[in-house]
């Protein structure tokens, strides 16, 4: 053997074992890579949620379940995914739970219902948003605050039910569009503000309408509730409210009629402006104030009759022939301002 042939040999030798070596390395990443792939498509099936609060999952049927008391931890809001490794489909919580995180839930899409326990007080910012199934939503009285988006795109949702302490935030319910249903009956609002087109935006508006029904702690409907959001087809008022906010109703074109208890003194500017599906409105004596504009631009309006009003100055409804009270001079209905006497 020459001494070119020995080179050669080991020469070949060192290129087998660089070969031998870089094969060792991959087969290491990608078996590296491998077990994280599968651990992260496993995922975990329990953890922590909340300094004392652990949650659980059983992968086979998504029942997803949280024990313990206090306040959930926060969650990031991006899009598409959810906190829990698995598909959830049922939840369990806890009494103790004090407040439902931020983006707790966050598309969780075949989450069908969710008992809200009465210890919670706080639904914080899109903890729900995104739950595509999502049927029915019942806010108990110990809730205080439902968040920015805290229910938005719920898409099945047809009924929520909202009691006694609850403030509700930007967009809570919006693009919930086969809303049928809205039991209200808190006081924490006396108006929705700049929110309020976005806070019921496209709730009821694929379906055939939203009934609203205010319950007896309700004694103010707040200011600009439904402004121009939503597709309000019937409000039934309790025997508590006393006031119609400003602007409560205005554009909800699905409006026909409107009956007001005994217990209603003032009717707001604006409160059903633009209303244009409103044919008929009987206003009793109780009434102390139809204010400016309440009833303007309300084109269908055809009958009204009006109570004993202390002050009535409404703006003009153009088709409208109405029956006056003798009290009353020259017609408000014009724009006029008109005091009983």
């Known amino acids: ?3 070119n042939e020995t080179v050669d040999l080991r ?5 087998v074992e660089t070969v031998a070596f870089a094969v060792l390395l991959l087969a290491l990443i990608s078996a590296i890579s491998l077990s994280a792939s599968d651990s992260e498509a496993a995922g975990e099936t329990s953890g922590t949620c909340g300094d004392t609060l652990v949650w659980s999952i059983e992968p086979a049927t998504g029942h997803l379940t949280i024990v313990g008391s206090g306040d ?8 598409g995914s ?4 698995y598909t959830v489909r049922s ?4 009494e103790g739970l004090t ?3 931020k983006y707790a839930f966050k598309y969780c899409t075949e989450l069908v219902s969710i008992s809200i326990p009465s210890s919670v007080s706080i639904i914080d910012n899109g903890a729900f948003i995104g739950c595509s199934s999502l049927g029915s939503v019942t806010i108990s009285d110990s809730v205080t605050s439902i968040g920015k988006d805290a229910f938005r795109k719920c898409s099945s949702l047809t009924s929520v039910s909202i009691g006694r302490n609850a403030a509700l935030g930007y967009g809570a319910f919006a693009e919930c569009p086969k809303a049928t249903s809205l039991y209200y009956n808190s006081s924490a609002m006396t108006g929705f503000g700049n929110a309020s087109t976005m806070t019921f935006a496209g709730f009821g508006t694929q379906g055939n309408g939203v009934a609203v029904t205010f319950g007896e702690n309700v004694t103010l409907v707040p200011k600009w509730m439904f ?3 939503g597709y309000v087809t019937s409000v039934e008022f309790s025997d508590s409210v006393e006031t119609i906010g400003v602007g409560a109703f205005k554009d909800q074109t699905g409006l026909t009629s409107v009956s007001f208890p005994s217990s209603v003194e003032t009717i707001s500017s604006d409160a059903f402006r633009g209303c244009s599906g409103l044919r008929s409105i009987t206003i009793p004596d109780t009434v102390k104030t139809v204010d400016s504009f309440a009833f303007s631009e309300c084109s269908s309006l055809t009958s009204v009759s009006v109570g004993k009003a202390a002050y009535l100055d409404t703006g003009p409804c153009p088709s409208a022939t109405m029956p006056l009270p003798s009290t009353t001079t020259p017609a408000p ?3 006029s301002a008109t005091s009983a006497r």
């Open 1 to 3: 053997m020459s001494m």
């Open 11 to 15: 020469t070949g030798s060192k290129i």
């Open 72 to 79: 959930m931890y926060e969650y990031g809001s991006g899009s």
């Open 82 to 85: 959810t906190n829990w490794n």
């Open 91 to 94: 939840v369990s919580l806890p």
């Open 99 to 101: 407040s439902i995180g």
């Open 227 to 229: 402004r121009g959001a």
């Open 333 to 335: 209905w014009q724009g």
